[in-house]
């Protein structure tokens, strides 16, 4: 069975890529971006509009329709119109179990684990530092705080909001948006070099979280997850990777959420949360020293280059210099243009 790896779903071009075709699959990205984002302040607006017009129902049935109208509006809608963008449902015909395959050395692909963790939290700590000292240096509340801001999913304010929350996490999240960034957009760009699809695709997966300070290291696993995908050749390993990742926020979320409804004196719930965290910092430490010493094998193992015609600097000029780009980055990084936008629209 022909490897995924080797699925061509650009266009016709595929078997022999060009600079034209290079610039269709970039606008293709940019307009899929920014349909993802319109259906994010969408998600956030109905969610808005929900909080004045359900106020007869109760919070457990409020928490369940907005935890539909994200699943239909952030995963649904963006992949489906990215799919038919693509026109992937036809290029995976029939090599879904190729996509998925599992890796023959699964155990050692899962072993990666501790590296990608350090890596992203890493780059988060670092852009946590950058932030405080941009605001101790230069006073007061920065823009690049309000950059990016969540606006979406709320703090959960009842169980089943919480649960929805870790549902979404844990298992929605993984599986639409590997399928998203290491399945439909990664193939779209590997006929015009792996690296560059790795990369690309890291780098909109950071914006897909909508958050300053998760772009970073957000985009941090995307390269590291990129790389096991080219690795294994599927999306077994790290959609498995993903979930795993976002199980500790979950975790971490609902331990908060029974600090929250309990009594805030209570011991038991205050010493797991403690064990938790700290468990998670030695996580880090240990995934941090286990990244740096991997460095060495990485440089061996060398991603191939299928398209050398242009240098990758002249790639992402050309990727940055789409006009559907230009609008996604836009929208991602001004969520005031996101807001003038509902408002022209909504009068």
């Known amino acids: 069975m022909e490897s995924t790896d080797q699925i061509n779903q650009v266009n016709d071009n595929n078997n022999n890529p060009t600079l034209h075709g290079y610039k269709v699959v970039c606008a293709k990205l940019g307009l899929a971006m920014c349909v993802y984002f319109i259906c994010r302040l969408l998600a956030g607006w109905f969610s808005l509009l929900l909080v004045n017009v359900t106020g007869f129902m ?79 240096y230069l006073g007061g509340h920065t823009y690049l705080e309000d950059l990016l801001r969540p606006t979406v999913i709320e703090a959960p304010t009842n169980l089943v909001s919480v649960l929805s929350m870790v549902f979404l996490l844990v298992v929605i999240a993984p599986l639409f948006e590997e399928f998203l960034c290491r399945g439909i957009m990664y193939d779209a760009l590997k006929p015009y070099g792996t690296g560059m699809a790795i990369l690309i695709s890291a780098f909109l997966f950071g914006l897909m979280h909508g958050s300053l300070y998760m772009l970073f290291y957000t985009i941090a696993y995307g ?34 959420y029974l600090t929250d409804v309990t009594n805030e004196e209570n011991k038991m719930i205050n010493t797991i949360q403690t064990i938790y965290l700290l468990a998670v910092l ?46 996604m980055i836009v929208l991602a990084f001004n969520e005031i243009t996101g807001y003038w936008f509902f408002y022209l629209f909504s009068r």
């Open 223 to 256: 390269l590291a997850l990129g790389y096991i995908r080219y690795a294994t050749g599927s999306l077994y390993t790290v959609t498995i990777l993903h979930a795993i990742v976002n199980s500790i926020a979950a975790g971490a979320l609902l331990l908060s």
């Open 58 to 136: 109760n919070a457990g049935m409020q928490s369940l329709i907005n935890t539909s109208i994200v699943f239909l509006l952030v995963y649904i809608i963006p992949l489906v119109f990215t799919a038919f963008l693509f026109k992937s449902f036809n290029s995976y015909k029939g090599n879904y179990r190729e996509l998925y395959k599992k890796p023959n050395r699964l155990a050692r692909a899962l072993g990666t684990f501790p590296a990608a963790y350090g890596l992203g939290q890493g780059v988060l700590l670092l852009t946590l530092l950058a932030s405080y000292l941009l605001t101790k």
């Open 282 to 327: 030695i996580l880090i430490v240990v995934g941090v020293v286990v990244f740096f010493s991997k460095i060495p094998a990485m440089r061996k193992y060398k991603i191939e280059n299928t398209w050398t015609q242009i240098g990758p600097w002249k790639k992402t000029a050309w990727f940055f210099a789409s006009i559907p780009v230009i609008i």
